[in-house]
């Protein structure tokens, strides 16, 4: 088995900027490195190296038909991956990028077919972690990088989450500490007619309509899907962030929740399943259960944000057979978080 380093990089410039030579050199060789970036941590591969994708869907566990996406640190990158830049993609790139918004293109010869998954269209995103692109500059300038979990699991927000999934199988994690926002940036495809949106982000579909007029919504997005539907995010199809644990989402009047809630978790007990409730700061002394987690506070929308995937997966650490939810329709990142939740809990909703 591979041994797996994992090298701190912040503080101490010389010895960043040896890590990146070495990170770059290990890239250009084909081989793969994990990278914080501001979203989620990435495992990244050389983008236009057929091989360094495949051993990036080996490494993953990941079906091979589900596209990567590629990562620039310069915008005069964009054009010798893509074959044109709608107008209304350069109005996004030049309110969101560098950050967490990822942009669809027809793509270029350049891009092989195993780094978008036999696609026409390239995946491009532009990150603003200051380690992320001082990565990408030393490997060559195009990295192919998914999130750094292994397939199915919550993405990792910390090293160490990447540690847990990827011991063994790549020689180097970079360590940036935690993420800032804690889910993967929106995505939004501008290779078609219409601007339609993937996957909801950081970046509302709000904030995106405000530039560009409208944007349509991928139905997938919104948790309906049956064995023939075809999200055009291929990677929205496939179960993903889901703990050992049942979860199941309960939504409806805030006072009937808290008690439906204690009731099934009452009767878990009885059957000897180990309970479990995913609160806010405002309702976490509302609930019995052996295990009560707050994600953050109702009035700080990204703090839920940032915290959903760690304790998702506190869950499997917790031994967690039964798990229930309040629901998070917040402002801005609702339809993200809920996104993510839904998907979680198997599309299993308890409406009361
Ligand atoms: O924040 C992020 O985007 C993180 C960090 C590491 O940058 N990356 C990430 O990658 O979330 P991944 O592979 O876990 O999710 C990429 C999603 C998948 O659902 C995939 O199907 C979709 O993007 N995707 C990639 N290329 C596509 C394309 N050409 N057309 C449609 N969907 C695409
Ligand atoms: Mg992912």
Known sequence: MMETRVIR?????????????????????????????????????DALNPASAKKIYEAKGRPSDNPLIVHIAELDSLGSITREIPEKAEILIREF?????????????????????????VAVRMPVNRIAAEFIRASGGYIAAPSANASGRPSCTTAEHVYEDMKGKIPLIIDGGEVGIGLESTIVDLSGDRPCLLRPGYISLNRLMEKIGEVDTDPSIEGVMDENAHPKAPGMKYKHYAPKGELYIVKGDPDRVRERINSLCLEGTKKGLRTAVLSSDETVNDYRADIVRSLGSRQDEESIARNLFKVLRDMDDEGADLIYTEEFNTADMGMAIMNRLIRAAGHRIIEC
């Open 9 to 45: 990089a912040w503080g101490d410039e010389e010895r960043d900027r040896s890590l990146m030579e070495e990170a770059g050199r290990l890239i250009r060789e084909g081989e793969l490195v994990a990278i914080p970036t501001e979203t989620v941590y990435g495992l990244a591969g």
């Open 97 to 121: 990028w560098p950050g967490p918004l990822t942009l669809i293109f027809k793509k270029s010869s350049a891009v092989p077919r195993e780094t978008t998954g036999g696609l026409d269209t």
